[in-house]
Each structure stands twice: as C-alpha cells, then as structure tokens.
C-alpha cells in the first residue's frame, strides 16, 4: 500500500499555503509538524478531496488497486478513508451513538452482508470504538452536550469506523486532558502497524515516540522529512543543561535560546536551563541528549 | 462612545458580502417594477399639449370649440358616428382630449368644487348634531375639525392650471413597501444576531461595554441603517418614476393636483408632500424595524424571527384592505398605508379615544414612541440574558421529571443499542422538527379548509341549484327561452308589487290574498338575481354556440369555491424551509468553524447517494404535503357542495371564454393540480438547490422569500409581467391558465412560462450535481 503526493501547491490569493509538497507514504504513522499556518490543514483538505489543489496529484496503490490517482478514484478511495478535520462540526441534536451509526451508514461499511448480520457488525465496531475513546458511558448523550475533549474524541472514534487504511488526523490530541491524551496516542499505534496514519499536530510529544517519519512543513514548505533519530543527530551536541542563579536566568535568555526552565530542588535560588547552542554557553554546562522537542525548537525559533 | 460603537456595528453589517448582493438585487428589483409600473409606451400628452396650447393662445376660442365638440357629441348616433377626431390625429377623440385640458386649465376650480362638497356636507352633520344639543361626542368633534380643516384648504390652496408630470407616476407606485421591509429584516436580523452565530458574543459580552451599550448600539445602527435603506430606496423610485414619465412638472405647485392626493387635509405643495411622504416612510420603517428588533431579541433565532417578520409584513398588508366599517380608521394605522402618503393621508382621519378625536399623526407618534421604549428595554434587558446558547429550546422549557427519565433511560439502555443503516431515515430524523411542523400545519389547514367550505345554504344558492336541476346540461335555444320567460315573469311579479300593495291598502284584495302575493313576490325577489345570472349565462352560451362550441348550463358554486381558494401559503411554507434546510443542515457552521460536510464529505455514500437521498427526500415530502393538502380540500369540498357535471365543457364558464383548448371540467380540473404538484415540486427543487448553493442560512431563506413572494406582490400590485415569474401562480394553477385572457391565448402564456421557471431549476440543479462530485467544499 503506497500513497504518493506528488508537487502539490495550493494558494489562497496571493498566500502560498502550500508549495510543491511530495511525499511517498506507506503503513506506519507520519507526523506532519509545523507552527499555526504552515499549510497541515491544507494538505490535508487536499488528501481529502475537501479542497482543489492549485497543481498535483495524488496517486494510491494497494493490493486490489493499481497506481491511480484518488481524484479518479473518487469513492473507492474515500472507501479506504477516515478523516478526523481539525475542529469538526457534528450535528449537535444527534445522540453519540446514533452519529456513530449514521456515519457508519454513510461510510457503507459492510454493506454486502445481510441486514441483521450487518447491524450487529456495526453495532460491534460501534461500541468497541467508543470504549476505546471513553465514550461508552455517555453513548445516549447528545453531542450538544458533550464538552470540548469528549467531542475531540467522538471525532476520532468516527474517523476510525470502517477499519480506514488511510487515517487522516488532524490535531488529534488538541484539548484532552493528559490521561486521555496516553491512551489515545497508544491506540493509535496500536491500530496503525497496516494503515497509513498521517497526524498533523505541534505538540511533538505526541508522536516523537510513535511516529516512524516526522516531516516538518514551514510556510508551505517540507523543511524535513526523515524518521526522528536522524532529525535528532542534527542537534547532537548543541543541547546544555546549565545550572544559573535565578538573578542570571534573563541575562542567558537575551544570549541564548533557552528551550526549557526547570527549578534545581536541591539547590534553592538556582535554576536548570535547557539551552541550544552551538558550542557550550559557560564552561559550566554540561551537553545533554536531545529531544525532538529541541529539535523543533531549533529549526522553528529564529 | 456609543456612536463609536454603532460605527462598529454598521461596519460588521456593511461588510457583509450577502447584503451588498442583496440590497442590490433588491434595488434591481425596485427599479425594474418602477420602471414597469410607471412607463405609459404611449399615450395622448402630445395632442393634449397641442390643446393645451390652444387654451393658452385664444381661452375664448378654446371654450367655444369646447362647447361646439359637447354639442356635437350629445347629438351622436352612436350606432353608426364616431366621434371626431380632427385635433387627435384621427387616433383620440376630441372631445376627450378637450376634457382632459379642460380639467387641467380649470383644476383648481374643480378642486374648490370637490371641497366645497364636502363642506356642505359636514357642515349638514354639525348642524344636526347641533340641533340635537349631542356635542359632546367623537363624531361631532370629528366633522368640527374636517369643517374647520377644509374651510382653510378651501380659502388657501390654489392650484396653478398647468399639466402635472412624474407625480402621479411617484406617487401611485406601491411595490416597494415589501422589498425595503425585506431587506430591513435582513439587515436588522444581521445587527442583532451576527455575533451569536460567529461566536463572537461571549467575548464581547465579557467587556465593560459588551453588554447594554452594545444592545443599544445595535438596535440604533439597525434604525440608521433602514432609514439609509428608505431613503436609498425612495431616491431611486422619484428617479426611475420621474425618468420614465419624461420628467417632473413644478413642484411647488400644490399637491392637491394629483388625483389620488385631491383630499390631502394639509396644505402642501408637491414638495412638500415628497417630504412627507419620506418622512412617513421612515417611520413606517422604524416602527417595523423596532418591533422586529424586539422580537429577534427575544426568540434569539433567525429562522422564525424572518418568519415573525414577513408575518408582520404581510399582516399589515392585509390589514389594509380590511373593512373599515368594522375596524375603523384604526385600521389606517398598519405599516403599509404609513408608509405611503396616498393611502395614510388620503383625507383626514383622526380615531375616537374616549370621546375625543384624535388625529391619527398623533396617534402614530404616540405608537412610536412607545414602540421605541418597548424595544430598547427588550433588546437591553434582553441581548445579554441566557447566555451564548440561548434562543428558544422547547426541549428545555419542557424537561421531564428526573424520575420518568431515568426510567425511559433504563429501557433504553437496555435495548440494543442498535441503530439505523437507511440514509433516508435520517434525514427525516435531521427536519424532524420541520415535520412535526407539518403535522401542526395540516390540523391548521384542516380548520381553515372547514371554515373555507361552509355548506351554501342561502336562497339564492338553492334556487341556482334547482334551475340547474330543471335546464342542466348542453346550451340550446330553447333553455335560453325558457329562463328569458321565466326571467319577464319574474320582473312582472316584482314591478306589480306596488299596486298590489296599494290595492290591498286600500282594501281592494283581501288580507290572505295578499299574503300569497307577498310570498310570490319575496320568492320572486331571489328569483330574480339568479335569473339575471342565468340569462348572462345564456346569452353567453348563445355566443358560444355560434362560435362552434357547446357549453352547458352547469351548477358551479362549488366549483368555484374550488378554484378560487388561492395559493396555500402554509403549504408553501413548509415546502420552503424543508427544502432549503436540507443542505443547510450539513452547511451549518459549529462554533468551532467547520461544518459537517467536512465529515461526509470523506464517506463513501457521503457526496451523490447523500445528495441524491437528501433530493428524493425533499421532493417526496414535498409531494406527499402537497397530496394531504389536496386531499383535505377535496373532502371539505364533497362535503359541502355538489360538483357539476364533469362532462362539459371548460368553457360553459365565462371566465374562461377566452382560453384557447376546449376541456371538460374534469379534465381541466386534472391539469391544474398537475400543474399545481409541477409548481409544487419546482418551488422545492429551487429551495433545495439554493440552500445546496448558498450555503448560508440567512441568504437561502431571504432569496427563497424574494423569490416566492416579490413577483407575488408586484402582481398584485399591478406589475402584470411580473406574474410570470410568480412561483405562486403555478401553484394556483387556476390564475396561470387565465394569466392573460384577452390579451393572448392564456396557455400560450403559460408555456413560456414555464420554460423559464424549467430551464432555470434545471440549470441550478445541474449545477449542485456537479458540485456534490467533488471540489472545493468549504
Ligand atoms: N479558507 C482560507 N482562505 C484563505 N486563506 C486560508 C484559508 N485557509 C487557510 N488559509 C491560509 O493558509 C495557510 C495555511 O493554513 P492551514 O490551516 O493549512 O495551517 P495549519 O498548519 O493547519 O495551522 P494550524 O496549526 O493553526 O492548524 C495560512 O496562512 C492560512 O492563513
Ligand atoms: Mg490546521
């Protein structure tokens, strides 16, 4: 199973929000990391037939499927397809479980068994879903109801009807709590070992673990595109923990990029600060392993 | 403060895109039913200016010709002369061209005349009540003051003698009352709502000057606003009224010279009463734009706060034209007759408060006042209660008992928690609302339609009935003899009457024999009105038969009862918005800013099988509305008339002698409610793509009002062309067949029509199809 974006841009009047994308995806999870407007929603409206590319194309290919272009394919694609869009609207009148149903209705899944055999294949894939995202208990509620992380997470759910072998997340985690936030990131690379998993997010650690290539996007544009030890051999050696009177803390900000303050429990009054720099910034500090968090940090604050 | 505030309220109104397009096409609409309404193609000014010039040159000449052509036209065969037509260039008449100069050059006289009428005719009320010693009461306050009012017009107003131009054409025009109201609605509901629906109100309401200072600011830029939109839109009808009359004549000349303005009770000049009439048109606009204000504050929801606001509209349209015996001249204080000068201030008017009389301006500015004070306490107190969610949530309002529901809660939880797989159950599911609507709406016709068809029990009636049942059937020679004898007989009865009463005053006949008489003559009475009817139905199948066809004598009261019921607005209501919210349903914003589609749009059956159901699901239900509608009339119907014979022929009804296919009634009575189901479906196939389209909620329901209503009204306002883009018309398939008798063979009209109406659902139709394939979606 191959999918493969190839050249697309898209502007939006004069903005570029996207310029000559290309990427070849296979099963495994790829995280599409970038700041506020670096263009993840576009491509992924793109992706999703949501929005028309300026130029480009994309091209599937499976087992059952010779290379084709998705445009072409049109639903045989959106078939293989789940799609959770960044800030997604769902009928607010409309109970948890009866969207589910409704979009497994529209998703058709397992349309050629018989009726009864075929609602209770739903009925299965519905409430195993739903405890997955801990939705179960409220299942009767009506999503008018729901708050901000639990609707968060019935977009998930819904997006994972079907069995899709090409997940389009956008902004996954946005708005969960912690706790939440573990589980569904271990669900998903739980499921994701035959599917095509593509997450767009800023908050590295979601998928600095999980993710097999991470591809960094800047105003449009791929910067990176590699799995994350070797984004993080970029940076070897330019990490420092420098212990600092707290009086000192400002002086290094000015100077250097400091990308983490943390308090010295043992010595009161003095701070640890995680600093990015090329050679050490005071004879003090010590190099320490970087992080793709430091990483991001260093491609992203200039 | 505040007016830095309303100038940031105007400006979130003015950036909408939807109202630009909108007041635009609006004012299209304005200048095109202007244009229609005023241009007179040709007519007779050229001859008249020549007499006019006539009159200017030699005044003596001109009264002497003037009384020759009178002469002239008194001594007339007119069976076998015409008229003269030497000054007419042999197209008009003399003689009424002379008229027309005449009542030119003398106006003020006959002005004085008309006047001087009327307060001899008041001064005789006064007189009486004087007499009587019963001063004290409103009506002999009221012909006190008219008598005092018109005594002054009738020593100062002087009209000048010289022909007016372009006023009669500003001031007859009335199509626009509708179209400024809709776009204040728009406008107004834009002001109060926008930042509910962007979300923008729960940060704005936490400001310090979030809350009532905005509620004030919005609710003044929404006054400033629809007095921009009248003002705007009376500049623009002077300009097109005045452009197609050629231009305006004097306008310090006094406004009495417009016929319709004669009685006017001020003493204005045309100026002056384009003032007036602007200023009554912002109040009018005001007044609808506070009330409508009030209540968007209060229902806090667009889609029956337009539906609020057209009934407000229209209610005062048909306040209008109520029976003023029964409602008095209360009724001249409605929205439409304010908003223009002819209709509010055609003579003076004044309302009885406890014995006095009271002009009716000081009543509507009383009314206003209050209004206005109503509304800025509603829209302060009301704008920022209830939180960001609020609007009117029955489920809410009504909440079950904690105990009954955790009881149905167990039962449910209990029962499989299985779903449905059928996409239309769904979208039923989705205008569930909608369909409990119709639910309430078809126990409403049912009540109208019992009302509507009462069982016609009057004399008249039955006598119609048992003609009928003695001459029924095809027109000959000797049925039209008989009803002529019958019709004499019955005249000779009622002519002789009062020598037969006489005679038995003076003892002549006896008492018993006169009751007989008295009773023949009372039948007779009946008799004869029915009688006249038949023998114009004779005659007018007499002159059928001579054209080849064979009309019969039919009894058609019920028939026409049928026919003439009009267009169901309540079917068309749920119709509309059943099929606009189709796709607005998906369309619909969340707080967070995407919409749905983006969720279906990725399914497999999520773009054509979800269109094509979403389609099936309109018009089906559109149909079936459309078939329970009928059925309740037919039943009602059955009920309470006898139908005539289905056999004849269409024409044996003088209202349609001048159509041009020859059906039976049966037939025809087949092919309007074909026509009528076609109209039905159109108007939702056109909902149904316009909230496909559009997308924006606001948008869909106003164009979809525009374009059911607007060429409803300015058709019945007198915009004859205006009736062929009237979606209604087909409805009522009736007045589409006889769109145009006379003029044309009617169905010759009504194809074109149709063609365009055809091609025009069609293309928006093929369009959406092509959109729900794919592309841009959001
Ligand atoms: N509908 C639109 N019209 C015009 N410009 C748009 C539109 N949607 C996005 N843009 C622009 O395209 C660029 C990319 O936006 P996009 O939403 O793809 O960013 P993103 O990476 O998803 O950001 P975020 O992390 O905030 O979700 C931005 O500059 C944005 O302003
Ligand atoms: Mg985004």
């Known amino acids: ?302 | 403060m505040i007016t830095r505030l309303i100038l940031y309220e105007l400006r979130k109104v003015f950036s909408s895109s939807f109202v630009k397009i909108l007041a635009l096409l609006l004012l299209l609409v304005n200048i095109v039913l202007c244009a229609y309404s005023s241009y007179t193609p040709y007519g007779p000014e050229e001859y008249v200016d020549r007499v006019l010039q006539i009159y200017y040159d030699d005044p003596q000449y001109f009264f002497s010709e003037y009384a020759r052509l009178e002469n002239e036209f008194e001594h007339l065969d007119p069976s076998s002369d015409e008229p003269s037509s030497a000054y007419g260039g042999g197209v008009y008449y003399d003689i009424s061209l002379f008229d027309k100069v005449n009542e030119i050059v003398c106006a003020d006289d006959i002005y004085h005349d008309k006047i001087d009428s009327v307060i001899m005719q008041v001064r005789g009320i006064c007189s009486n009540y004087e007499k009587a010693g019963r001063t004290d009461n409103c009506v002999y306050r009221y012909n006190k003051y008219v008598l005092e009012r018109y005594t002054y017009l009738y020593e100062n107003v002087k009209l000048d003698g010289k022909p007016v131009k372009g006023w009669e054409q500003y001031f007859r025009y009335n199509a626009d009352y509708f179209i400024v109201f809709i776009l204040i609605t728009v406008v107004s509901l834009r002001a109060a709502l926008s930042d509910r629906t962007s979300g923008f109100y729960s940060i704005a309401s936490t400001c310090r000057n979030g809350r009532a200072r905005t509620a004030a600011a919005k609710l003044i830029s929404a006054l400033l606003l629809s007095a921009v939109i009248v003002v705007l839109f009376t500049a623009v009808t002077f300009t097109v009224s005045g452009i197609a009359a050629g231009g305006y004549s004097d306008f310090r000349n006094a406004a009495q010279s417009v016929y319709s303005l004669q009685l006017l009770p001020l003493r204005l000049s045309f100026g002056g009463a384009l003032a007036v009439d602007l200023g009554l048109k912002l109040l009018s606009a005001s007044l609808y734009c506070m009330i409508l204000f009030a209540v968007i504050m209060i229902l806090k929801q667009s889609v029956l706060s337009v539906g609020v606001g057209i009934g407000i509209m229209f209610l005062n349209y048909v306040a209008a034209g109520s029976n003023e015996t029964a409602a008095g001249q209360w009724k001249f204080l409605n929205l439409w007759s304010v908003y223009y000068i002819d209709q509010y201030a055609a003579r003076y008017r004044a309302v009885d408060i406890a014995g006095q009389s009271v002009g009716l301006t000081a009543v509507l500015i009383a009314i206003v006042v209050c209004v206005a004070a109503a509304a800025f306490i509603i829209s302060l107190g009301l704008y920022a209660k209830n939180g960001i969610f609020s609007g009117i949530r029955i489920s809410s309002r009504f909440t079950m008992p904690e105990k009954l529901r955790s009881m149905f809660r167990a039962k449910r939880r209990a029962s499989k928690r299985v779903g449905s797989n059928s996409l239309v159950l769904y979208e039923i599911y989705k205008q569930r609302a909608v369909y409990i609507a119709l639910a309430a709406i078809i126990v409403i016709k049912v009540i109208v339609t019992s009302d509507y068809y009462k069982p016609n029990n009057t004399a008249t009636d039955t006598a119609l009935k048992s003609y009928i049942e003695k001459i029924g059937g095809p027109y000959s020679a000797e049925k039209a003899a008989y009803i002529n004898e019958e019709y004499e007989a019955c005249l000779e009865i009622v002519s002789q009457f009062d020598t037969i009463q006489s005679d038995w005053w003076y003892g002549k006949i006896s008492d018993e024999y006169y009751n007989q008489l008295f009773s023949r003559y009372m039948s007779a009475l009946t008799d004869k009105d029915v009688l006249e009817y038949l023998v114009n139905r004779a005659e007018y199948l007499g002159e059928l038969e001579s054209r080849g066809i064979v009309g019969s004598f039919i009894y058609d009261t019920g028939y026409y009862a049928y026919m003439d019921q009009g267009v169901d607005w309540l079917l068309l209501l749920f119709v509309a918005v059943l099929c606009c919210r189709s796709y607005l349903y998906e369309h619909a914003k969340t707080q967070s800013g995407t919409s749905m589609l983006m969720v279906s749009n990725v399914t497999e059956l999520g773009r054509k099988r979800l269109f094509r159901c979403k389609a099936a699901v309109s018009i089906m239900s559109s149909a079936f509305a459309w078939y329970a509608f009928k059925m309740i009339d037919l039943f009602f119907l059955m009920r309470s008339y006898e139908m005539p014979d289905m056999t004849s022929s269409l024409l044996s009804m003088p209202r349609y002698g001048e159509t041009l296919f020859d059906l039976t009634i049966s037939n025809y009575i087949i092919v309007t409610a074909v026509i009528s189901l076609t109209g039905t479906l159109l108007l939702a196939s056109i909902c149904f793509c316009m909230g496909y389209l559009m997308r924006r909620a606001l948008f869909v329901y106003a164009a979809a009002t525009v374009v059911i209503t607007v060429p409803y009204f300015a058709a019945s306002t007198g915009v004859k062309a205006a009736g062929f883009f009237d979606l209604t018309a087909l409805y009522d398939a009736d007045r589409l067949y006889r769109l145009s008798p006379g003029a044309a063979p009617a169905p010759v009209y009504g194809i074109c029509f149709w063609a365009v109406i055809l091609f025009a659902a069609a293309a928006a139709i093929i369009l959406s199809m092509r959109r729900a394939e794919g592309g841009e979606l959001i």
Do not use: C
């Open chain 1, 1 to 302: 199973m191959k999918l493969h974006i190839n050249s697309i841009s898209k502007s939006y009047g004069a903005n570029r929000a996207l310029s000559d994308f290309t990427a070849d995806f296979e099963p495994g999870i790829y995280a599409l990391l970038g700041p506020n407007g670096s263009g993840k929603t576009t491509l992924m409206n793109i992706i999703t037939d949501n929005l028309k590319a300026d130029s480009g194309t994309i091209t599937f290919e499976d087992a059952d499927v010779p290379v084709e272009d998705v445009l072409k394919m049109r639903e045989r694609f959106r078939k293989k397809l789940g799609y959770m869009p960044q800030y997604p609207g769902m009928y607010a009148s409309f109970t948890v479980n009866r969207f589910m149903w409704y979009i497994a209705t529209l998703k058709n899944i397992a349309s050629d068994l018989p009726g009864k055999k075929r609602r209770a294949y739903i009925a299965e894939q519905v409430e195993s879903l739903l405890e997955a995202v801990e939705l179960d208990d409220v299942y009767d509620r009506r999503i008018g109801a729901l708050s901000g992380g639990m609707k968060q997470r019935l977009a998930l759910a819904q997006a994972l009807l079907g069995d899709p072998s090409v997940l389009i997340l956008d902004e996954p985690t946005a708005g969960l709590d912690p706790k939440q936030r573990i589980a569904i990131r271990n669900y998903i690379s739980k499921i994701a070992f035959d599917k095509i998993v593509i997450i767009a997010t800023h908050v590295v650690s979601d998928i600095e673990f999980i993710a097999r290539d991470i591809i960094m996007l800047k105003k449009g544009v791929i910067i990176d595109n590699a799995p994350p030890h070797e984004l993080l051999k970029k940076i070897e050696g330019k990490v420092w923990s420098l212990p600092t009177p707290e009086s000192e803390v400002a002086d290094i900000q000015s100077g250097y990029r400091v990308t983490n303050i943390a308090r010295d429990e043992t010595r009161p009054g003095v701070a640890m600060l995680r600093v990015l720099s090329d050679t050490a910034p005071r004879p003090e500090a010590v190099p320490v392993t970087p992080t793709l968090e430091d990483y991001y940090l260093y491609l992203f604050e200039e």
